[in-house]
């Protein structure tokens, strides 16, 4: 056995395989450049202005998480739209120099682009997720299945920045107790996120779940009004300007208090 294989549950069908490297989202949808990879411990430590350094994987964002034939099913059959859909926003967002008010599709593939961003949240999670999830695995490997559960919710952004996020399932809780449970990827031009049994932790992402109800293989005419969202750390869900950012830590500060001795 070469030492090069990497021998492990597939993150979509669960059966122990020899895993294939998986491009997060597409190498055609413009993962195709050198990216820095940092662990948790290590991002959460930067700010939105510090320098990155960290390990370069020249293969693009990804991972070896598919099997050969789930990462053939997924490109083959979902691939190619969802590449599409991205092309087609990016020149948007040229043509609106990086401020549009919606996007016009007139031939999008809703199903084929929601079952592939389905796929990359499975990525990006370990194999537990899905084997907690069996109703996202079953999406996914049949092409024709439409629907999902309602806890299952899913959004958009455009991201235009220069640094990309990905968070396997977390859950963020406010001061009022309030908790989501979010699964995101952020990437360029679009970063998505995934809600279990939750709202949205940001009300201006932009709901796609209902590209779930289209048929497989039908192209639409769609209008959908992303917002373009800043993304400056590495927290999922957290979509604050540069100076929310230094105005919330200044007011945090000063909520420290000194024990006098």
Same mark, same amino acid.
């Given at each position: 056995?070469?030492?090069?294989?990497?021998?492990?549950?597939?993150?979509?069908?669960?059966?122990?395989?020899?895993?294939?490297?998986?491009?997060?989202?597409?190498?055609?949808?413009?993962?195709?450049?050198?990216?820095?990879?940092?662990?948790?411990?290590?991002?959460?430590?930067?700010?939105?202005? !510090?320098? &990155?350094?960290?390990?370069? /994987?020249? *293969?693009?964002?990804?991972?070896? =998480?598919?099997?050969?034939?789930?990462?053939? +099913?997924?490109?083959?059959?979902?691939?190619?739209?969802?590449?599409?859909?991205?092309?087609?926003?990016?020149?948007?967002?040229?043509?609106?120099?990086?401020?549009?008010?919606?996007?016009?599709?007139?031939?999008?593939?809703?199903?084929?682009?929601?079952?592939?961003?389905?796929?990359?949240?499975?990525?990006?999670?370990?194999?537990?997720?899905?084997?907690?999830?069996? !109703?996202? &695995?079953?999406?996914?490997? /049949?092409? *024709?299945?439409?629907?999902?559960? =309602?806890?299952?919710?899913?959004?958009?952004? +455009?991201?235009?920045?220069?640094?990309?996020?990905?968070?396997?399932?977390?859950?963020?809780?406010?001061?009022?107790?309030?908790?989501?449970?979010?699964?995101?990827?952020?990437?360029?031009?679009?970063?998505?996120?995934?809600?279990?049994?939750?709202?949205?932790?940001?009300?201006?992402?932009?709901?796609?779940?209902?590209?779930?109800?289209?048929?497989?293989?039908?192209?639409?005419?769609?209008?959908?009004?992303?917002?373009?969202?800043?993304?400056?750390?590495?927290?999922?869900?957290?979509?604050?300007?540069?100076?929310?950012?230094?105005?919330?830590?200044?007011?945090?500060?000063?909520?420290?208090?000194?024990?006098?001795?």
């Amino acid at each position: 056995m070469s030492k090069n294989k990497i021998i492990d549950y597939c993150h979509i069908c669960l059966r122990l395989r020899e895993l294939t490297f998986e491009h997060i989202p597409p190498r055609a949808a413009f993962n195709d450049r050198r990216v820095i990879t940092l662990n948790f411990d290590s991002a959460i430590k930067l700010g939105p202005d !510090e320098f &990155v350094k960290g390990p370069i /994987n020249q *293969r693009g964002s990804g991972g070896h =998480t598919l099997c050969a034939q789930c990462n053939s +099913y997924t490109g083959r059959f979902y691939g190619t739209r969802f590449v599409n859909w991205c092309y087609e926003a990016f020149y948007i967002l040229i043509k609106s120099e990086g401020k549009p008010r919606g996007i016009y599709l007139r031939r999008a593939y809703p199903l084929e682009i929601l079952k592939q961003i389905v796929s990359m949240f499975l990525s990006i999670n370990p194999p537990e997720f899905a084997r907690a999830n069996p !109703e996202l &695995v079953r999406f996914v490997l /049949n092409k *024709r299945l439409k629907f999902l559960p =309602t806890k299952y919710r899913f959004f958009t952004y +455009y991201n235009l920045g220069n640094k990309f996020r990905f968070s396997g399932i977390a859950a963020r809780c406010d001061l009022k107790g309030d908790m989501v449970v979010l699964s995101e990827i952020g990437y360029t031009p679009f970063g998505y996120v995934l809600t279990l049994n939750s709202s949205p932790p940001d009300d201006r992402l932009f709901e796609i779940t209902d590209f779930s109800r289209f048929d497989y293989d039908q192209p639409r005419e769609l209008t959908i009004y992303p917002q373009v969202l800043p993304v400056h750390l590495l927290f999922p869900g957290d979509y604050r300007s540069r100076k929310q950012i230094q105005e919330d830590y200044i007011r945090n500060s000063k909520k420290i208090i000194t024990p006098s001795h």
